[in-house]
């Protein structure tokens, strides 16, 4: 079982310094492509913080890879079928800090090759550090509720949503999802251009 396998530390942070180091980037270069400082940079690749999986998708297309090749999942099939048991787990939480970032994400489609769209079951909690600020990245988002209440905050529009209820929309708007209460599950789409 390698370590983004159920039940594993996942390692984005090193997934990310490998391809960076690959293409021959410096962190100052990665800055320069992804908006983000070299100092959360640097933190981000030694595990002292997770990003979400809006920064995935920036980080992503800043490294002109697909979002499943950060997370370990590059697929290999021309289609996937995931059963109910089956699905790789990766959980956002800083590892040298023991923090709680507000979710956990299974990915459903991580055996599929070539694809744009990447499908999620993830689990809110309330995170122990907030973060207040909204995410942009290119793409789509499409969020439909499984269990609780959803908040999401799309610029100066939030709205809570129930279990049926779903929002689509354009990821380049900043954006917030967070659970109301202990915990909700959703279903997640993001599509995301052609890396490149």
Same mark, same amino acid.
Request: charge should be negative; hydrophobic fraction near 35%; glycine fraction near 10%.
């Given at each position: 079982? +390698?370590?983004?396998?159920?039940?594993?530390?996942? =390692?984005?942070?090193?997934?990310? $310094?490998?391809?960076?180091?690959?293409?021959?980037?410096?962190?100052?270069?990665?800055?320069?492509?992804?908006?983000?400082?070299?100092?959360?940079?640097?933190?981000?690749?030694?595990? *002292?913080?997770?990003?979400?999986?809006?920064?995935?998708?920036?980080?992503?297309?800043?490294?002109?890879?697909?979002?499943?090749?950060? *997370?370990?999942?590059?697929?290999?099939?021309?289609?996937?079928?995931?059963?109910?048991?089956?699905?790789?787990?990766?959980?956002?939480?800083?590892? $040298?800090?023991?923090? =709680?970032?507000?979710?956990?994400?299974?990915?459903?489609?991580? +055996?599929?090759?070539?694809?744009?769209?990447?499908?999620?079951?993830?689990?809110?909690?309330?995170?122990?550090?907030? +973060?207040?600020?909204?995410?942009?990245? +290119?793409?789509?988002?499409?969020?439909?509720?499984?269990?609780?209440?959803? =908040?999401?905050?799309?610029?100066?529009?939030?709205?809570? *949503?129930?279990?049926?209820?779903?929002?689509?929309?354009?990821?380049?708007?900043?954006?917030?999802?967070?659970?109301?209460? !202990?915990?909700? =599950?959703?279903?997640?789409?993001?599509? !995301?251009?052609?890396?490149?």
């Amino acid at each position: 079982m +390698d370590e983004n396998e159920r039940g594993g530390e996942p =390692k984005v942070g090193a997934s990310i $310094k490998r391809i960076r180091e690959e293409k021959g980037l410096s962190l100052f270069d990665l800055a320069g492509k992804s908006g983000f400082s070299t100092a959360l940079l640097s933190q981000i690749e030694n595990h *002292l913080i997770s990003p979400s999986l809006g920064a995935l998708t920036i980080l992503s297309r800043a490294l002109e890879v697909d979002l499943g090749t950060l *997370l370990g999942h590059e697929g290999t099939a021309p289609f996937c079928v995931t059963r109910s048991d089956q699905g790789k787990e990766t959980f956002r939480f800083a590892s $040298k800090e023991g923090v =709680k970032y507000g979710y956990s994400y299974e990915s459903l489609a991580y +055996d599929k090759k070539n694809r744009h769209m990447e499908p999620f079951i993830v689990t809110l909690e309330p995170p122990t550090v907030p +973060d207040p600020a909204g995410r942009t990245h +290119d793409g789509e988002e499409f969020l439909h509720v499984l269990e609780g209440e959803v =908040k999401v905050t799309l610029g100066d529009h939030t709205d809570v *949503l129930e279990p049926g209820d779903s929002i689509y929309y354009d990821s380049s708007i900043p954006h917030r999802v967070e659970c109301v209460g !202990t915990s909700a =599950k959703i279903l997640a789409v993001i599509y !995301t251009p052609t890396a490149g």
